[in-house]
């Protein structure tokens, strides 16, 4: 039996309404942001975000991001603080997801936050990501727009690749300008804690708040639940740290060298950020084993290694 075909929308006005009036209906549209193309849902719904969780095949165990207009808005569904004011006013709309505790009547769908009493959320900035959410007028729940455990999508092809017939449509604005998923920062308990390295480098983050950024111990399954080790996986294996290749290896290189693609070659981490999932994606498709070079483990290269460790761990 073929499967319903997803639409592909532009970023124009008559196709963001069209957009939205989808997700009133409780359908899914996957649409980018600045970071990686987001899968979404009505998060006010509950069959639309369990059809998230089904089209990804994503445990349920492991909550989503809501994704808001502005930072008053996101104050109708969590409880704010003054950590919150300075790094929404700093960075948002911007790569930048908090945690923050959930309020009472916040109307968003328990499958969300897959039952725990924080939620997390974003301002994105992405021009396409803010019309839908503005024509929309309420919070969008969206994961990365991939199937769950595989590499995440940073334009509408690796969308279709991943979802195509499983979703009603695609926002199509070309590829994601960061390329990483936003920084997580828990914001429920006392001290402000880094959930998740991603797209804004915490070096930044902790110049705004004056003091340095509690790391998640990961042992504990509440401080982060969707961390599960194996994700992002290609089909072949991962090697990381490499700076002798084997002659069956594809060699992803950073700084000038010899390589198969290159993340950088003028070793810079925001461009090593931007191409990391495309470069994935590309030599996923050749099935051999990769080999990536070392990068450094400071600003966006701490997410850009994450994501690596998890593309390499046994599976
Ligand atoms: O850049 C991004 O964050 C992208 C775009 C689409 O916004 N979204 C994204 O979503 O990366 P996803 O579902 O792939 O990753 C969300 C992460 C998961 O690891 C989840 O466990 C964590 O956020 N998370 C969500 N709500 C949480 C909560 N209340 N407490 C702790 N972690 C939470
Ligand atoms: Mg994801």
Not at 52 to 68: D, M, Q, T
Not at 180 to 186: C, F, L, M
Not at 245 to 261: H, T
Request: a neutral charge; glycine letters at 8%; charged letters at 15%.
């Amino acid at each position: 039996m073929s499967s319903p075909s997803t639409r592909i929308l532009t970023a124009r006005p008559q196709d963001i309404s069209t957009a939205a009036d989808t997700l009133r209906s409780g359908q899914l549209v996957a649409f980018p942001t600045e970071t990686v193309y987001g899968l979404g849902a009505d998060a006010r719904q509950n069959d639309a975000v369990e059809a998230i969780y089904a089209a990804k095949g994503r445990p349920s165990f492991n909550p989503l991001i809501a994704h808001i207009h502005s930072a008053e808005a996101a104050q109708k569904y969590v409880v704010w603080c003054d950590a919150a004011s300075k790094l929404a006013e700093a960075f948002w709309p911007g790569p930048l997801t908090l945690v923050l505790p959930l309020r009472e009547d916040h109307g968003i769908s328990p499958l969300v936050t897959a039952g725990l009493n924080t939620l997390g959320i974003r301002v994105p900035a992405h021009p396409a990501a803010r019309a839908l959410l503005s024509a929309l007028n309420g919070p969008v729940a969206a994961p990365s727009a991939n199937p769950s455990g595989k590499i995440s999508p940073t334009t509408a092809a690796h969308v279709v690749a991943g979802l195509n017939g499983r979703i009603a449509a695609i926002v199509d604005d070309g590829p994601c300008g960061v390329g990483v998923e936003s920084t997580i920062v828990g914001l429920a308990t006392d001290t402000p804690l880094l959930l998740r390295p991603g797209g804004l480098a915490s070096e930044e983050i902790e110049v705004v708040l004056g003091h340095t950024l509690k790391q998640r111990d990961a042992s504990d399954p509440l401080t982060a639940p969707g961390q599960l080790m194996s994700h992002y996986a290609p089909q072949a294996g991962v090697r990381l740290n490499v700076t002798n290749p084997k002659k069956a290896e594809l060699y992803l290189g950073f700084g000038a060298m010899e390589c198969d693609l290159n993340l950088s070659v003028s070793g810079d981490l925001q461009e090593a950020a931007a191409k990391l999932f495309g470069h994935l994606h590309k030599l996923d498709t050749k099935a051999y084993p990769i080999a990536v070079a070392p990068i450094p483990e400071i600003g966006l290269g701490v997410a850009i290694n994450d994501r690596l460790r998890r593309a390499a761990a046994p599976r």
